[in-house]
């Protein structure tokens, strides 16, 4: 099965950011955006509502990966 790319991925691609510039940003290791990427881990409750607010992804678009009805 192919995996989607991350919303937030694409929102850093358009905005020519990498990795590192994300995890300075959240206080986090670049190890730990790379696990969120590659769908290893998730992104913290606290984390994903700073996210959303910058980017304006939704919340459980970054916490589950698609929005849930």
């Known amino acids: 099965m192919e995996q989607k790319e991350h919303p937030l991925k694409k929102y850093m691609t358009a905005r020519g950011w ?3 510039e994300l ?5 986090v290791s670049e190890a730990m955006i790379s696990y969120v990427f590659l769908g290893k881990k998730s992104f913290g409750k606290r984390q994903a509502v700073r996210i959303s607010s910058l980017t304006k992804i939704p919340v459980l678009v970054l916490l589950y990966g ?3 009805d």
């Open 23 to 27: 995890a300075r940003y959240l206080g």
């Open 66 to 68: 698609k929005a849930h």
């Open 18 to 20: 990498n990795q590192a």
